[in-house]
């Protein structure tokens, strides 16, 4: 059991019941090798007779279930509980410019099954909804697995989103989509409750539900896409801003989207014009030649990709120290092409940086989740706000 991440405390009153069950649930999620009930109550601060109870109703609805023992040294071996993974599914969509992905998690983030298929081009936010909706129930269909499980949807979306109408408005990726009802749209079709989020803030939460970040509560995930972002965690609570738009800093870093940097690479005559893309997929694969062009020793290749980690760089340590943060995640669709570059740079220019702090090593890392993280965030969105524990849950009416 890490011993860094310090676990919710549970409060001991009758009429929180839903709350103390959240803190139980994810003290289990935790340690994947499970928790006796003894380590519960350590673990949370709750009573024995409340844990109990607790761990009770959990192995009655499903939740969890008892896994096996443990010596504690003397007396009889303490039974071990744990997440029951297959009792409950979360659905996860990615809206990328370039591809929309769909992946089926258990409740420990595992995947169950995935998909994926070309973002339309052509300026039609319609046919893509309704393709999107083909997918997810066909997902569904072919995983075997029973509708009634299923918690719900996430959808994890370029910015800007209106969260609270469940709205993506005009995504500078996504050209033709205005105001586009993609929440509303979705629970009509596939009659499951939805979320929706920014891919960014998605992304975060995957890395801390089942990702690299999952034993610190501190931490900020740099996204690399079509465009950036940047999800910020802090007390293990994701930071959305006034709007839910928070992380937005692609405008910050000049030459931050996959564009920009291929239109250098073009001006500077190591991709011809040919390559100037006509839209995100095009993008993606001038980037992907730039990238050969820089593996194979071209000068100028690298140093175009050098320098977009060297502004990235100090960027992430003026912000992990805005937020205290004690790791870096690295991640996004194109950072498998980017990662051998970045982290020859990155972790040097954080660990130099004047601005982050000495009190605590700043560790630098990449997602575990691969280039999934995004959808796998949006189905994150789903188990964290059904499972875990929401602080907001305590406020009085």
């Known amino acids: 059991?890490?011993?860094?991440?310090?676990?919710?405390?549970?409060?001991?009153?009758?009429?929180?019941?839903?709350?103390n069950e959240s803190v139980v649930l994810d003290a289990i999620r935790r340690v994947p090798d499970g928790l006796s009930r003894v380590e519960v109550v350590a673990a949370t601060g709750l009573s024995a007779q409340t844990v109990s109870n607790i761990c009770r109703r959990l192995i009655d609805?499903?939740?969890?279930?008892?896994a096996g023992t443990r010596s504690s040294g003397s007396g009889q071996p303490r039974r071990l509980l744990r997440i029951n993974a297959g009792a409950r599914y979360a659905i996860g969509v990615h809206l990328?410019?370039?591809?929309?992905?769909?992946?089926?998690?258990?409740?420990?983030g595992n995947t169950v099954a995935r998909a994926q298929r070309p973002t339309p081009e052509a300026a039609d936010p319609d046919h893509t909804l309704v393709e999107m909706s083909e997918s997810i129930n066909a997902l569904v269909r072919d995983a075997g697995v029973a509708r009634e499980k299923i918690l719900g949807l996430g959808i994890a979306a370029p910015?800007?989103?209106?969260?609270?109408?469940?709205?993506?408005?005009?995504?500078?990726e996504l050209a033709g989509w205005g105001r586009v009802r993609l929440r509303d749209h979705l629970a009509g079709t596939t009659g499951l409750p939805v979320l929706l989020d920014k891919d960014v803030i998605a992304a975060a939460v995957a890395e801390r539900w089942a990702g690299a970040a999952r034993?610190?509560?501190?931490?900020?995930?740099?996204?690399?896409?079509?465009?950036?972002?940047?999800?910020?965690?802090?007390?293990?609570?994701?930071l959305r801003g006034f709007s839910g738009n928070a992380g937005e800093v692609g405008g910050l870093y000049a030459a931050c989207t996959?564009?920009?940097l291929v239109a250098e690479a073009i001006e500077h005559g190591v991709l011809g014009p040919e390559f100037k893309p006509a839209g995100p997929r095009d993008a993606e694969q001038s980037l992907r030649q730039l990238c050969r062009h820089a593996a194979s020793g071209n000068v100028t290749a690298g140093e175009i990709i050098d320098r977009w980690a060297v502004r990235?760089?100090?960027?992430?340590?003026?912000?992990?120290?805005?937020?205290?943060?004690?790791?870096?995640?690295?991640g996004g669709p194109i950072w498998p092409l980017l990662a051998e570059r970045f982290t020859a740079i990155v972790p040097g220019i954080v660990e130099s940086s004047p601005f982050v702090e000495r009190i605590h090593p700043t560790?630098?890392?990449?997602?575990a989740l691969g280039i999934d993280v995004g959808a796998i965030g949006a189905a994150c969105l789903v188990l964290d706000q059904t499972l875990s524990v929401q602080p907001q849950s305590l406020l009085l009416g």
Request: net charge negative; hydrophobic share 50%; aromatic share 6%.
């Open 258 to 260: 996959t564009n920009a």
């Open 61 to 66: 609805t499903g939740l969890a279930r008892e």
């Open 159 to 172: 910015g800007p989103v209106d969260v609270a109408s469940g709205l993506v408005i005009a995504p500078p």
């Open 363 to 367: 560790v630098v890392t990449q997602t």
């Open 1 to 19: 059991m890490d011993k860094r991440l310090p676990m919710r405390r549970g409060t001991n009153l009758p009429r929180m019941g839903d709350f």
């Open 96 to 108: 990328d410019p370039a591809v929309v992905t769909f992946v089926l998690l258990d409740l420990l």
């Open 312 to 330: 990235v760089g100090r960027g992430v340590s003026a912000a992990a120290t805005l937020v205290d943060a004690e790791m870096i995640v690295f």
């Open 215 to 238: 034993n610190t509560g501190n931490f900020l995930f740099f996204y690399l896409g079509t465009g950036s972002g940047m999800g910020l965690v802090v007390d293990d609570v994701v």
